[in-house]
Nanobody
């Protein structure tokens, strides 16, 4: 059973940057589609960014131009570079992976097979 493991979260000030990483424990991602989701207290989980098996990407409107999703299949790792962070970016960030290859980006949570435990990002004003 593949278990995504997130890292890189923390407490930062508005305008700062963070890079989240997601590696696989117990297996490999096998180049399946992957995504980053976030959930703030009292809010639903939302897709932040997603990447297909072949590099196509999706970004939520709220993070376009500030966040960049990338993957290094040789390292079995997914990244989320977050720049110009805002207090409204504060949330638990989750990595998700799909078992199979996908030419399309997947933005629905139900489309993923594996989920990490999350890493907290807190942005102070």
């Amino acid at each position: 059973q593949v278990q995504p493991v997130e890292s890189g979260g923390g407490l930062v000030q508005a305008g700062d940057s963070l890079r989240l990483s997601c590696t696989a424990s117990g297996g490999t991602f096998r180049a399946g589609a992957m995504g980053w989701f976030r959930q703030a207290p009292g809010k639903e989980r939302e897709a932040v960014a997603a990447i297909s098996s072949f590099g196509a990407t999706y970004y939520a409107d709220s993070v376009k131009g500030r966040f960049t999703i990338s993957r290094d299949n040789s390292k079995n790792t997914l990244y989320l570079q977050m720049n110009s962070l805002k207090p409204e970016d504060t949330a638990m960030y989750y990595c998700a992976a799909k078992r199979t290859l996908s030419t399309a980006v997947i933005t629905a949570a139900r489309g993923y097979d594996y989920w990490g435990q999350g890493t907290q990002v807190t942005v102070s004003s």
